[in-house]
T-cell receptor
């Protein structure tokens, strides 16, 4: 009965090679979020969707893009990964200001 | 700008001890506050959500309190167990930030058998 699913769980890419991470949810929540979390740090919000409305954080690099083709799915695209983009990427969902539910995360390694 | 602080950064206790984790925030205009648990290399698990109008929430051995006016929340864990070892994060949702959460840096808890 997984609620927020992320694929893949581990992703290895080469420096500069585009990569896409995916997130799906079975909760029918209208808000979906992408966070970046580096070791021993708090999650950092990259952007979120309120339904189809995209909300980018001011300090999110242009290298990071997102798509939400329908309520259930959301994708994170990293156009040209650098070594500094190696991190855990977390997807979360909520109903507006209600509880946020997180997926298990995708660990990205950049070689 | 909302700042969220968690003290201590790390805590080690013997099994069976009752313990309190602290969270403070600078902007009291919040919708709610959420406590999470994170195991190494895993995602965040929601423990409790406490609304701004509430004083406390309980789930099993966990009790979260909220004093909005003083900008403080505590997470009380009763009769700690080794399985409680994890990083505990608090996050607040500001009235002016919509659905966004602002996270603290977390408290790393170790419960020793």
């Amino acid at each position: 009965d997984a609620m927020v699913i992320q694929n893949p769980r581990y992703q290895v890419t080469q420096f500069g090679k585009p990569v896409t991470l995916s997130c799906s949810q079975t909760l029918n929540h209208n808000v979906m979020y992408w966070y970046q979390q580096k070791s021993s740090q708090a999650p950092k919000l990259l952007f979120h969707y309120y339904d189809k409305d995209f909300n980018n954080e001011a300090d999110t690099p242009d290298n990071f893009q997102s798509r939400r083709p329908n309520t259930s799915f959301c994708f994170l695209d990293i156009r040209s990964p650098g070594l500094g983009d190696a991190a855990m990427y977390l997807c979360a969902t909520s109903r507006i200001t209600d509880t946020q539910y997180f997926g298990p995360g995708t660990r990205l390694t950049v070689l | 700008k909302q700042e969220v602080t968690q003290i201590p950064a790390a805590l080690s206790v013997p099994e069976g001890e009752n313990l309190v984790l602290n969270c403070s925030f600078t902007d009291s205009a919040i919708y709610n506050l959420q406590w999470f648990r994170q195991d190494p290399g895993k995602g965040l698990t929601s423990l409790l959500l406490i609304q701004s109008s509430q004083r406390e929430q309980t789930s099993g051995r966990l009790n979260a309190s909220l004093d909005k006016s003083s900008g403080r929340s505590t997470l009380y864990i009763a009769a700690s167990q080794p399985g409680d070892s994890a990083t505990y994060l608090c996050a607040v949702r500001r009235v002016t930030s919509g659905s966004r959460l602002t996270f603290g840096e977390g408290t790393q808890l170790t419960v020793n058998p």
